[in-house]
Nanobody, 112 residues
């Protein structure tokens, strides 16, 4: 299973980014996917994921600003990030929980 993440970059506070993660080597199921992030000096934390019941859960710090969604036809999961804050700066990783596979990470920097 391979996960290829992209879409990170430098953005000003209040701006938006959309991260993408293309999954290959397995049958893509959006319910298996999640996004995590790791800020400098901190542990990796859950940002958004879909439970087995199909409910999307978000970290309290991003709720209302970030949206996880997928495109089955493209084997891709996205993370739409709006109203970005400096504290959102981190390396963002996509995860396939069924195979416990991780993407390589994409750096998001929120700074003026």
């Amino acid at each position: 299973v391979q996960l290829q993440a992209s879409g990170g970059g430098l953005v000003q506070p209040g701006g938006s980014l959309r991260l993408s993660c293309v999954v290959s080597g397995t049958i893509f199921t959006i319910n298996d996917m999640g996004w995590y992030r790791q800020a400098p000096g901190k542990q990796r934390e859950l940002v958004a994921a879909i439970t087995r019941g199909g409910v999307t859960i978000y970290a309290s710090s991003v709720k209302g600003r970030f949206t996880l969604f997928g495109d089955n036809a493209k084997n891709t999961v996205y993370l739409q990030m709006n109203s970005l804050k400096p504290e959102d700066t981190a390396v963002y990783y996509c995860n396939n929980k069924r195979s416990d596979s991780w993407g390589q990470g994409t750096l998001v920097t929120v700074s003026s």
